[in-house]
């Protein structure tokens, strides 16, 4: 198949189509709703064999995948904001029966008030829910991830949400090349066929438990977690294999020699990498570290990668806040780095409720830091430098 | 089968003694019956409910048969999903039956409720209604009754509100089959769970499951309560077709008056005789509505 | 580590496999335990025999007649004889007449004996052609072939005595042949039961008279026991002024001597005196007999009449004039009577004493007076004899006294039941070693026995539902009280399955004490009853 003009929720729809998902059930919301539109599009035209359910929630949209799911079919949902804050309770849930679901969200602002700019607090905010997460930084890797991770799912039977940023991805066409279909099969597990239970063999699933068996059930969790960076590495090589492309779990530009080192993830990452190079006499070496699998965070990668003794100052990109805290990809990296002999300083640059990253802007932010050490601690707001 | 005087029923159990229910339990009455027509064929999905627990805490199960716990307000999509779910992988025969209490149904789960029967979902759902959030203490539901203690409505507030018409929502969602029932009557259950078993797409049973604990009965007035609901028309036991055929599938002798089933219950203590004037007419005003709708003159 | 499954799939992680309930002994939560303790019925309490009736009931719903009237020759081994004759007290007292109309008791009897009837496979051996080994069996002779003779008759023969039945009359049966009207009672139901009994073993040899035709002192020579069961079948013919006329005879005599075709037609008006059912049998045969007009007089009202009421209304469509608080005073006539002479009393209740109103007398053309007003016991023949209430002779010989000539006239029912008391006490003096089982010959009630009260029943189960044709749906009508009849609603109404699928028996492991069982329990069987520790 050529290659093709498309955008990142045309891109995610016609994965879901290639991973021959059996059901997918979605409740529409800007900006994920053309994916489902695209979705519903093939269904209709047959071009999609799986079901296409509309409910009438976000909730019930992940109730209905968590059903299908425990009866063993391939799901997919896709959601945005207030959307993916209305799963909440059920995306533990999902965690916590190890159901295999891949579920896209779109970034936007949570209200209120309503916005419909990429903040990408939506999704950092069921951080802690058990999920795997990638954030992605162009339509090609969404397609990609997307195939990916219902591997990674009915691997290792920990759901995936696979993040990238509203309209800058949703909605921006990018030249894409399609898998084929044989390759997409190849990779993938052949879609279950029989149910993940008989009745025939009496059983209670996810029944009331006491504190010995839940810690049993959560330290597993937390175990698996643990190798999936491992096991996302090894099925990388699978999938170069097959695709002649790769993903790292962090992307690393520069970093052998830069001594300020930008750290963002999605969109905004492709944003400063084509930063990175268009001032040739800049005093500074810079270097760019993307984020892509956030959860689990993958701690030896990411330690590996600044361990370098050039780098003297890292600057952290977030296009959200955790009010009171800071910038949520800030405060896990510094977490990451405590312990680990790393003697640069870490600088907060904040883009919440989904400021526009622009070059006037990022020399600002590099000039504020090398004038002002002191910024260390505190937040440069990206609204206050426009 | 057993041939009793209250109906034939088959030998074989789907439910094993043993159960944490409360002595005297309506809704493992309930169960019972529905796992005697369902046997093993059906997978039960159970939200947040007395059921939950009656089912058997880890590692203890009470059914023969695959259960599945879900989230409170997620019992009818997860069912719509199972059953999708099952159609995919090329099982189209196992049925899919959702047990909710009246909280799962008439309150928090009323949203996916109305959803799975607008979409015509092919499962079923059963509501076991013990009219209060009774697993948790008798907290008051929209299925608790004008009148009635709990403990978020204490008195002398009791709930001042009478109980949703749970039926006639379902029913004007047009499902194919809707029903009332209740354990006094093991065989009309019976046959409403056959009935929907035989139905294909959304199937909705309303069963009145007398509750203990909650209404300040003793323990082994249950069955006898939940007979009086039905004598004092409080509790009519009717079917739903399409959404507009209605047959009443019980037509008592001779109504007793609504204070026969009251009286028994503490929750009801605090009732003067104006308010049970008041619930005496609006059971009247009910049955009468009821006959309407059915063609009975009674 | 979890595992993948040939797919490549991973399983679900499974950290325990479940264990079903059943290891949880929730009977350990139990303060109280339903037991079932059979209790008397309503029906049993006022049946004369105190049969069994819920328990044959139970069979013959399940069309298992053969086990009804297994049940039923314990209390009662004469159903075709009752169920035609009986009064039917249980009627009265059932149960289901508070929730529509009693269940037909009767006719469900009467149909255990006919199918008895049609089913007994006569043997071979006729009657009298005694086996070898006959010898072995004691002896006892029975004065009077009636429903007490018969009754004890067969449970004796039951029991392994050799009976030799004695009557006076030609005919056997007593009363039942010779007392009740064919209409109530089909001469060949009577004769068939004779002819099982003969059938059986048992001797009747008719036409000799204890005390005429052959000695008492005889009889004990012989005999290891000798019953009395000779009846009250003799008028008392009290003085009344003016009597001494032909055409006057007590009520019992007449009926007999219709009976026994001795007197083949009546004309005229008769008059009968009397409130019993000898009274208005006589009268209603009178009528049926061709008197032109049949007057009964009784003393008191019409609530006080002793006579059944099915007798009364028989009485009334055969065309008996009736008329009440009247005294016969005199009969008026010289050879042959002509009228009687009568005055009115003021109504009273029975065992009151009668008020004669001044003034009040009146006449009644009469060719034919029937005096009702009493019996007289057959004992009276045997005078140095005494006997206890029970029938026991006391003077320590092993003679005893049943039915009517024991108890004065009563109903066929009672004679039955008289009999059944006495073979059991002369089985005592046949076979003093011998535990007599309750298995053949149902014993007599001690009166301690707890009864079926109504707020036991829980009558709701049932719909109002009028009498059926078959007896089988009929006995379903039955709510089956004080016994257990497997109605199987403790079983179906148990939350914690804690009552077994075959007989009901109550799961100790798992029953928690809720007494739902003991609440809907249709037949008061089941009761709750503490327990000192809980659980099993």
């Known amino acids: 198949m050529g290659r093709k003009l498309m955008n990142g929720n045309q891109a995610a729809a016609l994965a879901v189509k290639y991973s021959r998902v059996q059901v997918v059930c979605a409740y529409p919301i800007t900006p994920q709703t053309s994916l489902v539109e695209n979705i519903a599009q093939m269904w209709a035209g047959g071009e999609f064999p799986g079901e296409y359910v509309s409910v009438e929630s976000e909730y019930s949209a992940l109730s209905y995948l968590i059903g299908a799911s425990y009866s063993g079919a391939r799901t997919f949902t896709a959601t945005s904001c207030q959307g993916l804050a209305y799963m909440h309770e059920l995306l533990h849930w999902a965690a916590g029966a190890r159901l295999p679901i891949v579920l896209v969200n779109v970034n936007r602002a949570l209200g209120a008030p309503w916005s419909l700019e990429p903040d990408q607090l939506d999704s950092l905010s069921q951080r802690d829910t058990g999920w795997i997460q990638f954030y992605c930084a162009d339509v090609q890797e969404i397609m990609d991830t997307l195939i990916f991770s219902f591997r990674l799912v009915e691997q290792t039977r920990i759901p995936c949400m696979v993040v990238y940023d509203g309209f800058v991805l949703s909605h921006t066409y990018e030249v894409v090349e399609p898998p084929l279909q044989e390759q997409v099969d190849h990779f993938l597990l052949s879609p279950p066929s029989r149910a993940a239970f008989h009745t025939d063999k009496p059983q209670t699933i996810q029944a009331v438990t006491d504190s010995r068996y839940l810690s049993r059930v959560l330290q597993e969790r937390h175990l698996s977690m643990l190798k999936i960076p491992g096991i996302v590495k090894e099925l990388d090589h699978k999938f170069q294999e097959i695709f002649a492309r790769s993903y790292p779990l962090a992307e690393g530009t520069n970093l052998e020699t830069a001594d300020t080192v930008i750290v963002a993830a999605g969109s905004l990452a492709q944003t400063v990498k084509s930063f990175l190079n268009t001032v040739e006499d800049r005093k500074e070496k810079l270097g760019l570290l993307r984020l892509r699998l956030f959860r689990p965070l993958p701690k030896d990668e990411i330690a590996s990668l600044l361990s370098g003794d050039n780098i003297k100052k890292i600057v952290v990109i977030d296009r959200n806040v955790s009010a009171g805290v800071g910038g949520i990809f800030a405060q896990e990296l510094r977490a990451l780095l405590q312990g680990i002999p790393y003697r640069g300083k870490i600088f907060e640059f904040n883009l919440a409720g989904g400021i526009d990253l622009t070059p006037a802007m990022m020399e600002k932010v590099l000039q504020a830091i090398s004038e002002d050490p002191g910024s260390e601690g505190k937040i440069i707001w990206g609204v206050d430098l426009q | ?298 | 580590m979890r595992t993948l499954d040939k797919d490549g799939y991973a399983l679900p992680p499974v950290y325990q496999e479940t264990v079903p309930t059943t290891e949880n002994k929730t009977g350990l939560w139990r303060f109280l335990t339903p037991i079932r303790r059979e209790k008397i019925s309503p029906c049993r309490k006022s049946c004369p025999l105190e049969n069994n009736i819920p328990r044959w009931i139970n069979e013959v719903k399940e069309g298992n007649w053969g086990k009804a009237w297994s049940v039923m020759k314990k209390y009662n081994p004469f159903p075709a004889i009752t169920g035609h004759v009986c009064y039917r007290f249980c009627e009265d007292e059932c149960s289901r007449g508070f929730l529509d109309e009693a269940v037909h008791i009767g006719e469900m009897e009467k149909k255990i004996g006919l199918w008895r009837h049609r089913n007994y496979k006569f043997s071979e051996t006729k009657p009298g052609n005694a086996e070898a080994n006959e010898g072995k069996k004691p002896e006892v002779a029975i004065a009077g072939s009636g429903p007490a003779g018969l009754s004890c008759a067969y449970y004796l023969n039951v029991l392994g005595a050799k009976v030799t039945i004695l009557e006076k009359m030609s005919q056997a049966g007593g009363l039942l042949a010779t007392g009740i009207p064919e209409y109530r009672l089909p001469r060949d139901i009577l004769q068939k039961e004779l002819d099982i009994l003969q059938s059986e073993g048992i001797i009747i040899k008719t036409g000799l008279k204890v005390g005429k035709d052959i000695t008492l002192n005889d009889l004990r020579k012989n005999y290891a026991a000798v019953l009395l069961a000779v009846g009250a079948q003799e008028s008392k013919l009290p003085q009344i002024a003016g009597d001494a006329v032909s055409e006057v005879a007590g009520a019992v005599e007449f009926l007999r001597d219709i009976h026994l075709n001795k007197i083949k037609k009546v004309q005229g008006q008769i008059v009968v005196i009397g409130g019993g059912n000898a009274a208005v049998d006589a009268a209603c045969m009178a009528k049926l007999q061709g008197a032109d007009k049949v007057t009964l007089l009784y003393r008191r009202t019409r609530e006080e009449m002793p006579a059944h009421s099915d007798e009364v209304n028989a009485a009334r469509e055969a065309g008996v004039d009736f008329v009440f608080c009247a005294v016969l005073q005199e009969i008026i006539g010289g050879e042959k009577i002509q009228k009687i002479r009568a005055c009115r009393a003021a109504p009273s209740r029975r065992g009151e004493r009668l008020q004669i109103l001044a003034e009040t007398a009146f006449d009644l053309d009469c060719d034919f007076l029937i005096m009702a007003v009493g019996q007289e016991s057959g004992l009276s023949r045997f005078s140095s004899l005494s006997f206890s209430a029970d029938g026991i002779a006391e003077n320590g010989a092993a003679v005893f006294a049943a039915g009517d000539a024991l108890s004065g006239p009563a109903t066929v029912a009672d004679a039955i039941f008289s009999g059944r008391k006495a073979a059991l006490l002369l089985a005592g003096i046949l076979w003093p070693e011998k535990n007599i089982s309750n298995l053949s010959v149902a014993s007599s009630l001690n009166g301690n026995e707890p009864i079926v009260e109504l707020e036991h029943l829980n009558p709701r189960l049932f719909l109002r539902q009028g009498r059926f044709n078959t007896a089988e749906d009929e006995a379903g009508r039955c709510f089956g009280c004080g016994i257990c009849n497997n109605c199987g609603v403790c079983w179906a109404f148990c939350p914690d399955l804690a009552v077994g699928g075959s007989d009901f028996e109550i799961l100790l492991d798992y029953c928690k004490g809720c007494g739902i069982c003991v609440r809907e329990c249709p037949t008061g069987v089941l009761e709750m009853e503490e327990v000192s520790s809980g659980g099993a």
């Open chain 2, 1 to 298: 089968m057993i041939n009793t005087l209250v109906g034939d029923f088959s030998r074989e159990e789907f439910m094993l003694s043993g159960h944490n229910a409360c002595s005297g339990c309506g809704p493992a009455i309930a169960m019972r019956f529905i796992m005697k027509v369902a046997a093993s064929g059906a997978v039960v999905v159970i939200p947040a409910s007395c059921w939950s627990i009656i089912s058997g805490v880890v590692p203890l199960r009470s059914l023969k048969t695959v259960v599945l716990h879900c989230p409170f307000p997620a019992a009818a999509a997860t069912g719509g999903g199972i059953k999708k779910g099952l159609e995919a992988v090329g099982d189209s025969r196992t049925q899919v039956i959702v047990l909710a209490g009246d909280g799962g149904t008439f309150d928090i789960g009323l949203q996916g409720i109305s959803g799975a029967a607008e979409r015509n979902e092919d499962i079923i759902f059963i509501c076991y209604d013990n009219e209060a959030y009774m697993n948790t203490g008798t907290q008051k539901s929209s299925a608790t009754p004008y009148g009635s203690y709990s403990a978020t409505t204490p008195a002398p507030k009791v709930k001042s509100d009478p109980k949703k018409d749970i039926m006639e929502i379902v029913a004007a969602h047009r499902v194919p089959y809707a029903a009332t029932a209740t354990i006094a009557f093991p065989g009309d259950l019976s046959q409403k769970i056959q009935r929907a078993l035989e139905t294909k797409g959304f199937r909705f049973i309303h069963i009145l499951t007398p509750c203990p604990e909650g209404w300040g009965s003793p323990a082994d007035i249950t069955v006898k309560l939940s007979r009086l609901a039905v004598l004092t028309r409080l509790f009519p036991l009717y079917e739903i077709k399409n959404g507009a055929e209605y047959k009443l599938n019980f037509l008592p002798e001779d109504y007793l008056p609504v204070n026969e089933y009251l009286k028994p219950q503490k929750r009801f203590a605090s009732l003067d005789k104006l308010q049970i004037e008041h619930i005496q007419e609006s059971v009247e005003n009910h049955w009468k509505e009821l006959c309407c709708k059915t063609g009975t003159r009674k």
